[in-house]
């Protein structure tokens, strides 16, 4: 991956840890321990922020895994919470299944409420403009690829004609009496 698109990475990851950090009442916190993969996401950023913290932290293999079955379950039940979980795994970096079209797609078409914003419909609002602009900013990263590739080989074309009329020129002063 490259160091670019690494560093489009820490805005949301410093977003997600600020947005936890906003998020929690006192008095309202889940039991501690480790959170299984079964996570129930009540509605509350700690939870689906102590989800990706989780996820970050578990080997390929697992990942795999864990991705097939949140997959399947919200093939079969489209819950926010299951929805959620989908996201951020289709979100993860440097993943086989990381795929942010997806993402952006489940979050576009995630049922919008009529009652006021809530905490999960805001994060939903976050993620979907920062997978937006992280799409855009990857799109213009290949459109300057493809120019610089055409660049090169302009270059090099360049670099072909000089060599030849450099060539030209000594055959000419060889030729000179």
């Given at each position: ?112 409420d ?13 993620l979907?403009?920062?997978?937006t ?21 302009r ?23």
């Amino acid at each position: 991956m490259s160091s670019a698109r690494r560093k489009l990475w820490i805005l949301p990851v410093a977003v997600l840890a600020l947005l936890a950090a906003c998020s929690t009442v006192p008095g309202n916190r889940q039991p501690a321990g480790p959170l299984p993969f079964d996570l129930i996401v009540t509605g509350q950023m700690e939870d689906l922020m102590q989800y990706y913290d989780t996820l970050r932290k578990q080997p390929p293999a697992e990942l795999a895994r864990v991705y097939d079955r949140v997959k399947q379950n919200f093939v079969q039940n489209k819950s926010d919470a299951n929805r959620a979980r989908l996201i951020l795994l289709l979100m993860l970096p440097n993943t086989p299944f990381r795929d942010t079209t997806s993402a952006l797609y489940l979050l576009n078409e995630w049922p919008r409420d009529v009652k006021p914003a809530t905490g999960l419909q805001s994060f939903r609002n976050l993620l979907a403009s920062l997978l937006t602009e992280q799409q855009r900013l990857n799109n213009s990263v290949d459109e300057l690829a493809l120019k610089l590739k055409e660049e090169q080989k302009r270059v090099e074309t360049l670099q072909n004609q000089i060599e030849a009329i450099k060539s030209m020129e000594k055959n000419l002063i060889l030729r000179e009496p």
